[in-house]
């Protein structure tokens, strides 16, 4: 009975860790990215949480509300900046060269309200 939870742990350890391996290499396209995106920190989780809701988006690595960047892991295959940037400014961040709408911003918590961007910074 030992010996053959033995070779089933062992199978399984095999097999977990060659899925582990080649399930990494079935994405050739991922790539990480920073984007400029103006927020706070006590809000890095929501921030991060709304843009892993984009397409492409894979996982939000991390968020420095010093110096505005939101770092990405994305499938480059699927993955549009712009859709992230307007994702991001629908629910109230400014990003990219999108200014998030007042009315939206102004929905924010008071604790998420940030310094927004500069408006020399929009383009169309």
Known sequence: MNVIFKFVFFT???FSTSIGLFG????PDTTQIIV???GNATCTSEIQSIAQTAVGVLHAVSFDAVKHELTLQVQQST???NLLFFTLASKGYD??????KNTIYNLLSEECK???MPEEVVRD
């Open 79 to 81: 993955f549009d900046q």
């Open 36 to 38: 400029k995106v103006y």
């Open 114 to 116: 940030y310094a927004r």
């Open 24 to 27: 990494q290499s079935s994405i």
């Open 12 to 14: 399984f350890i095999i």
């Open 95 to 100: 990003a990219g060269n999108v200014h998030a």
